[in-house]
């Protein structure tokens, strides 16, 4: 089954304590797509300006993600700058740089109307919702959102979150979207607004994902190089929604399984700046990583 995702294709300006990366490939699309297509087909609805390089979109077709929702518009690409301390865990942002995403009207291609997989990943929330409108009818729809949005859009976000059945989402921004410093309390507040599970992303210490009656923990890779952590959240999300698009299981074995495949994809992406670890990644090793995830986290049950 394939999955639409709406989000934003960019230029980033990067600073780890490793390296600094200028005006490269990134963006909450690119990264989701590009994991994503790794286990489905993936199509893409986003903007660009005129200054960006046919290399990149020639990159995004080498994947097999449909790009004919890619618009490219007069005026400039969505530039994003941020900065990472020695805590690799979030991202200081110091420049966003709206530039085309300000005129950006989506419009789906007839063929991405009956997506049955959607995600809104990280873009102005009054755009999710537009996107959210023109497919007919998904069997599955996720969104993430980042503090930007949060502050600048609560209303217009709110309004999407009701309508989503999955939210990803970093710790610190659910605890910002709630007021809620105690992450529990924080979860179950999202919940109530509508949806059926929350996923909280937490770095290097992985991952929580929440219904209204369980928990699940999935730690992170353990790494002994992580050189920049951009776009591990969107990695995640892409590697997340394209196994379960790929399976079509929605059962709680199949999310827990695909939460797993999420954070293997992630532990990929910041293993280099960039998409460039993705670009050299091979399926194999996806598996690889997946059973050494299995038997880093598997335990003997006690005999009672
Ligand atoms: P993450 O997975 O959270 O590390 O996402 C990183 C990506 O998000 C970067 O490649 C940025 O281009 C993109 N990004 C940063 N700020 C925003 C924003 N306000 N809206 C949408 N995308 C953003």
């Given at each position: 089954?394939?999955?639409?995702?709406?989000?934003?294709?960019?230029?980033?300006?990067?600073?780890?304590?490793?390296?600094?990366?200028?005006?490269?490939?990134?963006?909450?699309?690119?990264?989701?797509?590009?994991?994503?297509?790794?286990?489905?087909?993936?199509?893409?609805?986003?903007?660009?300006?005129?200054?960006?390089?046919?290399?990149?979109?020639?990159?995004?077709?080498?994947?097999?993600?449909?790009?004919?929702?890619?618009?490219?518009?007069?005026?400039?690409?969505?530039?994003?700058?941020?900065?990472?301390?020695?805590?690799?865990?979030?991202?200081?942002?110091?420049?966003?740089?709206?530039?085309?995403?300000?005129?950006?009207?989506?419009?789906?291609?007839?063929?991405?109307?009956?997506?049955?997989?959607?995600?809104?990943?990280?873009?102005?929330?009054?755009?999710?919702?537009?996107?959210?409108?023109?497919?007919?009818?998904?069997?599955?729809?996720?969104?993430?959102?980042?503090?930007?949005?949060?502050?600048?859009?609560?209303?217009?976000?709110?309004?999407?979150?009701?309508?989503?059945?999955?939210?990803?989402?970093?710790?610190?921004?659910?605890?910002?979207?709630?007021?809620?410093?105690?992450?529990?309390?924080?979860?179950?507040?999202?919940?109530?607004?509508?949806?059926?599970?929350?996923?909280?992303?937490?770095?290097?210490?992985?991952?929580?994902?929440?219904?209204?009656?369980?928990?699940?923990?999935?730690?992170?890779?353990?790494?002994?190089?992580?050189f920049d952590p951009t776009g591990a959240g969107d990695t995640f999300a892409g590697g997340f929604m394209g196994y379960l698009a790929n399976t079509g299981d929605l059962s709680e074995a199949g999310i827990r399984q695909a939460i797993?495949?999420?954070?293997?994809?992630?532990?990929?992406?910041?293993?280099?700046?960039?998409?460039?670890?993705?670009?050299?990644?091979?399926?194999?090793?996806?598996?690889?990583?997946?059973?050494?995830?299995?038997?880093?986290?598997?335990?003997?049950?006690?005999?009672?």
């Amino acid at each position: 089954m394939s999955i639409v995702v709406v989000g934003t294709v960019a230029f980033d300006t990067v600073e780890t304590p490793f390296g600094k990366g200028e005006n490269v490939l990134g963006g909450s699309a690119t990264y989701f797509s590009t994991s994503a297509s790794f286990f489905t087909d993936v199509s893409l609805v986003a903007v660009v300006g005129e200054d960006f390089p046919e290399e990149h979109v020639s990159f995004l077709k080498s994947r097999n993600i449909d790009t004919s929702g890619l618009q490219r518009i007069p005026g400039k690409t969505f530039h994003w700058s941020g900065r990472y301390g020695y805590d690799l865990n979030e991202a200081q942002t110091l420049d966003t740089q709206l530039n085309v995403l300000m005129e950006f009207q989506p419009d789906l291609p007839e063929s991405y109307r009956d997506a049955e997989y959607l995600f809104l990943a990280n873009i102005d929330p009054d755009l999710q919702m537009q996107v959210l409108e023109q497919v007919k009818a998904p069997k599955l729809i996720a969104c993430d959102t980042m503090n930007f949005w949060i502050s600048s859009k609560p209303d217009s976000l709110k309004k999407v979150l009701q309508k989503v059945d999955i939210v990803v989402i970093n710790e610190g921004e659910a605890r910002q979207l709630t007021g809620e410093a105690n992450l529990i309390k924080a979860a179950r507040q999202i919940i109530a607004l509508g949806c059926k599970r929350l996923v909280v992303k937490r770095g290097e210490y992985g991952v929580l994902m929440f219904t209204s009656d369980s928990v699940f923990a999935a730690p992170a890779y353990p790494l002994e190089e992580v050189f920049d952590p951009t776009g591990a959240g969107d990695t995640f999300a892409g590697g997340f929604m394209g196994y379960l698009a790929n399976t079509g299981d929605l059962s709680e074995a199949g999310i827990r399984q695909a939460i797993i495949f999420g954070s293997v994809m992630a532990s990929f992406n910041v293993e280099d700046f960039s998409l460039n670890r993705m670009k050299r990644l091979d399926y194999r090793e996806i598996e690889t990583r997946y059973k050494s995830f299995k038997s880093l986290t598997n335990f003997r049950d006690i005999v009672i």
